[in-house]
Structures are given as structure tokens and as C-alpha cells.
């Protein structure tokens, strides 16, 4: 800026240019530097975890080998016996099984809520938001012992269905602000259109869910299914047989015989559902993270 | 002029008031189905709670009786309790402190625009993203007495001689539960740092670039008080969530060696399922709700006041 006033010389500019270039690459350099450790500490379990899943059990406990590669041809018996000799397909269908209904009944009561929060300005709806949320602060550890009487009494014990009725106390809170903070991006005029249209208000309230709904509902049910994946207490606490648990729970305790470790079924047991649920959830981290943003700018 | 306003006005209020009751009602409504589940799943428990804590309750008989304050004194005289309850604390604290600087550093520099930078995002969240049932059990055999990962690690590039075992001895088997919280936790906190980076208007940075603000001075003066809130939120929340997991110590050392990693959630696990005494586990669990309650407290207030998630 103090230039203005002077026509630089063309080798000069150049240089400044080069020079700005330089500076461009030092700090990406500096940038990736700093990732770096990040990236090996996130990585080295999870790259372990692999390793372990495919290795052959002489070679788990062999101490020479080292424990991020294979010392004798890599093998698919654990992922073998995860299925003949445990009940992990069970348990794959009951994740699903629990995570579907979750997600239903999440967007079932998460979508209307949500719009009423962002849109409707009903008065004390602020607090009702903020009661609706504080349940997801009220966390499993004071509720599972009550929870387990209440479960009882409705004959649910043992059963997968208990965990259904259980998990959307933190899906709704969570769901619900997310989708109230995507229900705020829409334009009122889209709204309002449909109010002069002679629409109802139930007719208003689609024609603004609608552009919404594909990056609201997959990220309602990314989230549902991931924050249940994430659960252990209840699942510990309310299902104790083997063809009813889901797969966190089936492979942390019958993969487990006293002080017996299946380490290799154990790790293909996780990675096979943990894999999927972690690059669904990487995939959808900008909306995630929007979500957040946008219920925070608006 | 003012006539004609004060005409206009006057029918916009009548429509507003022909309005305002059905408006009611339909937004009731809508909100009465979220309302009404978390009621029934979370405030009842939650009440139920408190009744059981002061009764006699036990899994196997199905009437209770009233006992004051009874289970609260004999928790209180239980040493592994109060054990529990200082290493829940010393436990939240220091991992609350390590996932806010890991996270912060992570999260300023994955906001720096590097070639490559939404790949290198979605390996370093892997720690959260994976269940955590998983990652606990694959750091327990990574702590493994005999075949410890990060023992054959550290030997081979010679950063250490002996061969620690971890999860046997009291003060390493607590830096090790900590270590892995923190490995959980610190992308939550990147996450959140770079939301609150990313809610920063671009003008606001240019703004202050234009009027010769060097890095320091905006850091300080523009980024700082805009993200400071996010963080704050996103700081009692994983608190929130630290101070209630039980999954990481359970499965990891069960709360040994001798009740070195024991923290509240795990011996409320131990007493009310375990042992099946229903009124003295819940009456444990509660000693966490005045920890919980200054956090929720604050976290209430920020969000009623920037309506933040």
C-alpha cells in the first residue's frame, strides 16, 4: 500500500511474487508438520486394529514379529469364525434392526418439534427447546438404574426393543437441534408462498421441510445410528442374551471368556461395523458441522 | 400519515390475534411428542431415581421401604466411594485440560487451507467417530501385560527400556485411562473449534487484515471473543460426557488395580446391577448430579443466550 504512488519494476513484482510463493510453501510445510503427529496418534490403533483382525493367532502372540505387520500370510479365519461360532450375524441384524427404529422414531418426533422450534415462534417455545435438550444432559448414568426397574416392569428386559425405547432419549434432543438449526436456513418466503397459495399450515410446514429433508433426514440418521453404535451402559444393562445384543456390546462380552481375549474376532468383529459407521459419519462431518454453526449464527 | 399506521397496524394485530390461537396450537402440538418422550424416558427415571436412592430397594424384592437418608451415609463411609469420587474428578480435570489444548491446536490447523485437508479431517476424527466400545478394547490390548503394542513400540525406537505394565499398576493404569479419553476426545474439540472458526465472518477477518491488525491482534481481538463461546459449550459438553462414561474404565481395568481407576459410574454399575442393590447403586449415581449440575447450569445459560448446540 505505501506503493501507490510508484510504478514498481517488473523484476521487482517478480520477486515478490516468488518470495509470496515461498512463504505459501513454508507454511504449508509448517501446517503439515504440525498434522502430522495428529494423524500418527489417530491412525496407530486403528491401523493396528486391521492388522490384528487378518493376522493368524500363532502370529498375534509371536513376540518377534512386530505388531503393525504380518509375520506369516495374513488370514480371514477370525472374520470365519465371527460368523460359525459366534452369533455376530445376530448381532449385525439387531444393530440394524435397533438403529432403523431409532431413526424412525427420532425423525417421527425430531422433524415436527424441530420445525416448531425454528419457525412457529410460539412463546416459552425457547425453554421447551431448551427442556427438550436438557435431557440429553441428563446423561445414562443417572437414569440406568431406574431405567432398568422401568424396563422391567414393561417386560422388556433382555430384549432389543428395550434398547429401541432407550436410545432416542439422546437422538431426539440432539436430532431435533440439528434439524431445527437446518429448518432455519430455509428462505420464510417459501413459506409464506404457500400461505397465500391458500396452503394449511401442515402444507406450509412440508413445502419448508421438503428442501431440507435429503441433508436433514441422511444426517438424522447418520447421527442416529452413530450416537447408538456409541452407547454401552444400557445395552450392558438391559440385554444380557446372546441372539438379542447389538454388535459393541455381542463382541465386548462373548468375545471375552474370563481371561480368555478372542483379540483377533474381537478386532474383525469392530472393524467391520466400525469402518462403515466412521466414513459415514467423516462423509458427513460439514453438515454436522453446519448444523451446529447455523442454529449458532441465526 | 400516522393515521393510516396506526389503521394498517391495528389490522395487522386483529390478524395477528385471529392467528396467534390456532398458531398455538399447532405448535403445541407439534413440540408435545419430543416434550412428552423425554418426560416419560428422562424426567420420570430421573425422579424415580431420587425415590429409589431413598428407599431400600434391591433387585430381587419387589417392595420397597422408605430409609432417609440412610443409603447416602452408608455410601459416604464407603472408602472405594469416596475413592471413586476423587478419581472421577482428578480424571475429568486432567482430561478436560489435555482434549481443550490438543483440540484447539488440532482444530487451528486443520482451518488452514492445505492441499488435501478433508482427508487428513476425516483420518484424525476416526477416534471419535469409532464406537467406543471398540477403541477401549483395542487399547486394552494395547496396554496388554505381555504383548503391549506401544511397549514393543517405544523399545524399538528406543524411547524406553523396560516393559511397563500399564493397566497392573495403580498410577499407570490411570494415565493410561486418561491417555485413551483424551485420544477419544481431542477431534470433538477440533471439531468444534473449527465450527466456531467457520461461524467467524470472512468481512470480520478482511475487516481487520485492512486496518493493518497483525496476526496476534486478530487472533485476540476478532477470533477469540467469536469462538470463545462454541468452545466453552463444546468444553462442558465433553465434560458432561466425561464425568458420566463408564465404558473406557469397565472394560479396560474394571476399576483395579485396587480401585486406583474406580470412578463413580463404574461403582454405581458395581452396587446397583452387580450386586443388585438398587437404592445404595442410585444413591452413588447421584453424588454426580451436583458435579453435573454448575455444567449443565452454564450450558443452559449460553445456549438460552446465543441459542448454540
Given at each position: 500500500?505505501?506503493?501507490?504512488?510508484?510504478?514498481?519494476?517488473p523484476p521487482?513484482?517478480?520477486?515478490?511474487?516468488?518470495?509470496?510463493e515461498?512463504?505459501?510453501?513454508?507454511?504449508?510445510?509448517?501446517?503439515?508438520?504440525?498434522l502430522?503427529?495428529?494423524?500418527?496418534?489417530?491412525?496407530?490403533?486403528?491401523?493396528?486394529?486391521?492388522?490384528?483382525?487378518?493376522?493368524?493367532?500363532?502370529?498375534?502372540?509371536?513376540?518377534?514379529?512386530?505388531?503393525?505387520?504380518?509375520?506369516?500370510?495374513?488370514?480371514?479365519?477370525?472374520?470365519?469364525?465371527?460368523?460359525?461360532n459366534?452369533?455376530?450375524?445376530?448381532?449385525v441384524?439387531?444393530t440394524?434392526?435397533?438403529?432403523?427404529?431409532?431413526?424412525?422414531?427420532?425423525?417421527?418426533?425430531?422433524?415436527?418439534?424441530?420445525y416448531?422450534?425454528?419457525?412457529v415462534?410460539?412463546?416459552?417455545?425457547?425453554n421447551?427447546g431448551i427442556a427438550?435438550?436438557?435431557?440429553?444432559?441428563?446423561p445414562?448414568?443417572?437414569l440406568?438404574?431406574?431405567?432398568s426397574?422401568?424396563?422391567?416392569m414393561?417386560?422388556?428386559?433382555?430384549?432389543?426393543?428395550?434398547?429401541v425405547?432407550?436410545?432416542?432419549?439422546?437422538?431426539?434432543?440432539?436430532?431435533?437441534?440439528?434439524?431445527?438449526g437446518?429448518?432455519?436456513?430455509v428462505?420464510?418466503e417459501?413459506?409464506e408462498?404457500?400461505?397465500?397459495?391458500?396452503?394449511?399450515?401442515?402444507?406450509?410446514?412440508?413445502?419448508?421441510?421438503?428442501?431440507v429433508?435429503?441433508?436433514?433426514?441422511?444426517?438424522t440418521?447418520?447421527?442416529?445410528?452413530?450416537l447408538?453404535m456409541?452407547?454401552?451402559?444400557?445395552a450392558?444393562?438391559?440385554?444380557?442374551v446372546?441372539?438379542?445384543?447389538?454388535?459393541?456390546?455381542?463382541v465386548?462380552?462373548?468375545?471375552?471368556r474370563?481371561d480368555?481375549?478372542?483379540?483377533?474376532?474381537?478386532?474383525?468383529?469392530?472393524?467391520?461395523?466400525?469402518?462403515?459407521?466412521?466414513?459415514?459419519?467423516?462423509?458427513?462431518?460439514?453438515?454436522f458441522?453446519?448444523?451446529?454453526t447455523?442454529?449458532?449464527?441465526k | 400519515?400516522?393515521?393510516?399506521?396506526?389503521?394498517?397496524?391495528?389490522?395487522?394485530?386483529?390478524?395477528?390475534?385471529?392467528?396467534?390461537?390456532?398458531?398455538l396450537t399447532?405448535?403445541?402440538?407439534?413440540?408435545?411428542?419430543?416434550?412428552?418422550?423425554?418426560?416419560?424416558?428422562?424426567?420420570?427415571?430421573?425422579f424415580?431415581?431420587?425415590?429409589l436412592?431413598?428407599?431400600?430397594?434391591?433387585?430381587?424384592?419387589?417392595?420397597?421401604?422408605?430409609v432417609?437418608?440412610?443409603?447416602?451415609?452408608?455410601v459416604?463411609?464407603?472408602?472405594?466411594?469416596?475413592?471413586?469420587?476423587r478419581?472421577?474428578?482428578?480424571?475429568?480435570?486432567?482430561?478436560?485440560?489435555?482434549?481443550?489444548?490438543l483440540?484447539g491446536?488440532?482444530?487451528?490447523?486443520?482451518?488452514?487451507?492445505?492441499p488435501?485437508?478433508r482427508?487428513?479431517?476425516s483420518?484424525?476424527?476416526?477416534?471419535?467417530?469409532?464406537?467406543?466400545?471398540?477403541?477401549?478394547l483395542?487399547?486394552?490390548?494395547?496396554?496388554?501385560?505381555?504383548?503391549?503394542?506401544?511397549?514393543?513400540?517405544?523399545?524399538?525406537?528406543?524411547?524406553?527400556?523396560?516393559?511397563?505394565?500399564?493397566?497392573?499398576?495403580?498410577?499407570?493404569?490411570m494415565?493410561?485411562?486418561?491417555?485413551?479419553?483424551v485420544?477419544?476426545?481431542?477431534?470433538?474439540?477440533?471439531?468444534?473449534?473449527?465450527?466456531?472458526?467457520?461461524?467467524?465472518p470472512?468481512?470480520?477477518?478482511?475487516?481487520?487484515?485492512?486496518?493493518?491488525?497483525?496476526?496476534?491482534?486478530?487472533?485476540?481481538?476478532?477470533?477469540?471473543p467469536?469462538?470463545?463461546?462454541?468452545?466453552?459449550?463444546?468444553?462442558l459438553?465433553?465434560t458432561?460426557?466425561?464425568?458420566?462414561?463408564?465404558?473406557?474404565?469397565?472394560?479396560?481395568?474394571?476399576?483395579?488395580?485396587?480401585?486406583?481407576?474406580?470412578?463413580?459410574?463404574t461403582?454405581?454399575f458395581?452396587i446397583?446391577?452387580?450386586?443388585?442393590?438398587?437404592?445404595?447403586?442410585?444413591?452413588?449415581?447421584?453424588?454426580?448430579?451436583?458435579?453435573?449440575l454448575?455444567?449443565?447450569?452454564?450450558?443452559?445459560?449460553?445456549l438460552?443466550r446465543r441459542?448454540?448446540?
Open positions: 500500500m505505501s506503493g501507490v504512488g510508484t510504478l514498481p519494476h521487482a513484482s517478480l520477486s515478490r511474487v516468488r518470495h509470496a515461498g512463504r505459501q510453501v513454508r507454511k504449508r510445510i509448517l501446517v503439515y508438520l504440525g502430522l503427529p495428529f494423524v500418527i496418534v489417530a491412525m496407530f490403533p486403528v491401523i493396528w486394529m486391521a492388522v490384528t483382525a487378518f493376522k493368524q493367532d500363532a502370529d498375534l502372540v509371536n513376540p518377534r514379529t512386530s505388531p503393525f505387520w504380518f509375520g506369516v500370510a495374513p488370514t480371514l479365519h477370525h472374520f470365519a469364525y465371527l460368523f460359525q459366534t452369533q455376530y450375524g445376530y448381532w441384524s439387531n440394524v434392526v435397533i438403529a432403523v427404529c431409532v431413526s424412525l422414531i427420532t425423525l417421527a418426533v425430531g422433524i415436527p418439534a424441530g416448531a422450534l425454528a419457525r415462534g410460539l412463546p416459552g417455545a425457547e421447551m427438550i435438550f436438557l435431557g440429553y444432559l441428563i445414562s448414568i443417572l440406568f438404574i431406574p431405567l426397574r422401568i424396563i422391567g414393561l417386560h422388556l428386559i433382555d430384549t432389543k426393543w428395550a434398547l425405547l432407550v436410545y432416542p432419549t439422546f437422538t431426539i434432543p440432539f436430532c431435533t437441534w440439528l434439524l431445527s437446518f429448518f432455519k436456513t428462505p420464510r417459501i413459506e408462498a404457500a400461505q397465500v397459495d391458500g396452503c394449511g399450515r401442515l402444507a406450509a410446514m412440508v413445502r419448508t421441510i421438503i428442501p429433508s435429503w441433508a436433514g433426514i441422511l444426517t440418521v447418520i447421527f442416529a445410528f452413530t447408538t456409541q452407547d454401552f451402559l444400557y450392558l444393562v438391559f440385554v444380557s446372546g441372539d438379542q445384543k447389538p454388535v459393541p456390546l455381542g465386548a462380552t462373548d468375545l471375552i474370563g480368555v481375549y478372542f483379540w483377533g474376532s474381537l478386532m474383525a468383529g469392530a472393524l467391520l461395523v466400525g469402518v462403515p459407521v466412521a466414513i459415514l459419519y467423516s462423509l458427513f462431518l460439514d453438515q458441522i453446519s448444523g451446529i447455523s442454529a449458532a449464527v | 400519515m400516522a393515521n393510516v399506521e396506526v389503521a394498517v397496524r391495528g389490522r395487522i394485530s386483529v390478524r395477528r390475534g385471529h392467528f396467534t390461537r390456532d398458531r399447532f405448535g403445541y402440538s407439534l413440540l408435545a411428542p419430543a416434550v412428552i418422550y423425554m418426560a416419560l424416558m428422562v424426567g420420570v427415571p430421573f424415580f431415581s431420587l425415590y436412592s431413598l428407599s431400600n430397594a434391591t433387585v430381587g424384592n419387589q417392595v420397597a421401604r422408605f432417609g437418608f440412610q443409603n447416602f451415609g452408608a459416604f463411609q464407603d472408602p472405594t466411594v469416596r475413592q471413586a469420587l478419581n472421577t474428578v482428578v480424571f475429568t480435570v486432567i482430561a478436560g485440560i489435555c482434549k481443550g489444548v483440540g491446536m488440532l482444530g487451528f490447523l486443520l482451518t488452514q487451507d492445505v488435501g485437508r482427508l487428513i479431517r483420518l484424525v476424527v476416526l477416534p471419535w467417530t469409532l464406537p467406543v466400545v471398540i477403541t477401549a483395542a487399547w486394552k490390548w494395547a496396554f496388554d501385560p505381555q504383548f503391549s503394542t506401544i511397549n514393543w513400540a517405544a523399545r524399538h525406537l528406543h524411547l524406553m527400556s523396560g516393559w511397563p505394565n500399564w493397566l497392573g499398576e495403580p498410577g499407570l493404569a494415565a493410561a485411562i486418561i491417555a485413551v479419553n485420544w477419544r476426545g481431542f477431534p470433538f474439540g477440533a471439531i468444534v473449534l473449527m465450527a466456531g472458526l467457520s461461524a467467524v470472512v468481512e470480520l477477518f478482511d475487516a481487520a487484515k485492512v486496518d493493518g491488525a497483525n496476526f496476534l491482534q486478530r487472533w485476540r481481538s476478532v477470533i477469540v467469536m469462538i470463545a463461546p462454541i468452545l466453552f459449550v463444546g468444553l459438553f465433553d458432561v460426557f466425561t464425568l458420566s462414561d463408564l465404558s473406557i474404565v469397565y472394560l479396560m481395568t474394571m476399576g483395579g488395580p485396587m480401585n486406583s481407576t474406580e470412578i463413580l459410574p461403582r454405581a458395581e446397583g446391577i452387580q450386586a443388585g442393590a438398587l437404592g445404595r447403586g442410585a444413591a452413588i449415581s447421584l453424588i454426580l448430579f451436583p458435579l453435573l454448575p455444567v449443565v447450569y452454564f450450558l443452559l445459560r449460553t438460552r441459542e448454540t448446540l
